[in-house]
Nanobody, 119 residues
Framework: QVQLVESGGGLVQPGGSLRLSCAAS????????MNWYRQAPGKERELVAA????????NYADSVKGRFAISRDNAKNALYLQMSSLKPGNTAVYYC????????????WGQGTQVTVSS
């Protein structure tokens, strides 16, 4: 059982930056592909960024390319999302997601962290 705990959310002005973190425990972190998702009020949860277990492949939603950066530190069991040039439309609850690299049925969600972009 993997536990995921997000942190780093908060209120930021448009154009500002935030760095989200996701601390993982209870499993071998380096065996899990990791994603960031977000869900805005009244909208479906959407994929923001993804990184493979080794960090060798990274993908982003078109809406965040060039502004967000996903990274991981397998030695620290940590996942990050650096967000810059934030817009009000980026307001959402951001979730950390882990999926075992060889077993799609072994996946876990964090509880989410609120990001609010407003002046």
């Amino acid at each position: 059982q993997v536990q995921l705990v997000e942190s780093g959310g908060g209120l930021v002005q448009p154009g500002g930056s935030l760095r989200l973190s996701c601390a993982a425990s209870g499993g071998t972190f380096s065996m899990y592909h990791m994603n960031w998702y977000r869900q805005a009020p009244g909208k479906e949860r959407e994929l923001v960024a993804a990184i493979t277990n080794t960090g060798g492949t990274i993908n982003y939603a078109d809406s965040v390319k060039g502004r967000f950066a996903i990274s991981r530190d397998n030695a620290k069991n940590a996942l990050y999302l650096q967000m810059s040039s934030l817009k009000p439309g980026n307001t959402a609850v951001y979730y950390c997601y882990a999926r075992h690299y060889s077993d799609a049925f072994r996946y876990y969600w964090g509880q989410g962290t609120q990001v609010t972009v407003s002046s």
